[in-house]
């Protein structure tokens, strides 16, 4: 929600998932917001040691926030594969204040119950002290955590935040010219043996590209995962 021109967007991602559509649809918004979301588990929100949170080069959060109004939340909310309820397996909520942006509320199963930062406080005990995490804090908690996750004390219960991390996954985004498209799709072998087709030309422009990868599929599917 409230991410470029997403005001509040569903996405339901299969193994393989394609987008189509005109330009200024919303395509790039929906991959930087996926990518924005893994970097979040990386990188503090605000306070870091480089400065306020960038979601990508030279693009901070002021950036993409809806309609480039600081005074909307920006909030993601993920179902996993095998959760079918209503509620969200993981929640994160970023909001501005005077100072920055803050992560204003995480919600997740925790321990058998729903943690809710907004409303509760996550604090644990380590083997030096313990450590209080009130919202609002400038990281999500597995950001926050991650040092403790040796801690004889701690690890335990930074564990499941650290798994949890682990099942929302890492994305990347990437933007390839034309000419990056052409030159790797050329470099692919041609279609299998008797197929009675011939190879797919692929233009400067890309076009050809979805045929070019069907065939691809079909005659080497390692070089397919590549791409």
Not at 197 to 206: L, N
Request: charged share 25%; net charge neutral; glycine share 6%.
């Amino acid at each position: 929600q409230n991410f470029m021109c997403l005001k509040d967007v569903t996405v339901e991602l299969e193994p393989l998932t394609v987008f189509a559509g005109p330009s200024s649809s919303g395509k790039s918004a929906l991959f930087k917001a996926l990518a924005c979301f893994s970097r979040l588990f990386w990188y503090p929100v605000s306070g870091g040691k480089t400065g306020d949170f960038n979601v990508e080069f030279g693009a901070t959060l002021d950036d993409v926030v809806y309609q480039r109004d600081s005074s909307f939340p920006i909030s993601f909310q993920v179902w996993l594969w095998d959760n079918e309820a209503e509620e969200s397996d993981y929640t994160l909520v970023l909001r501005r204040d005077y100072t920055g942006w803050k992560v204003e509320k995480e919600e997740f199963l925790y321990q058998g119950t729903r943690l809710d930062t907004s409303v509760q406080t996550f604090e644990f005990p380590t083997s030096r002290r313990p450590k209080s995490y009130p919202s609002p804090y400038n990281a999500p908690l597995a950001w926050l955590t991650y040092p403790y996750r040796q801690d004889v004390i701690a690890a335990p219960l930074v564990e499941p935040i650290q798994d949890l991390r682990e099942r929302l996954g890492q994305a990347r985004r990437y933007r390839p010219s034309a000419s990056d498209i052409a030159f790797f799709v050329r470099q692919a072998p041609t279609p299998l043996a008797g197929s009675g087709s011939k190879a797919v030309h692929v233009d400067e422009a890309g076009r050809g590209l979805a045929m070019a990868l069907r065939d691809l599929l079909t005659s080497d599917r390692t070089r397919f995962a590549q791409v």
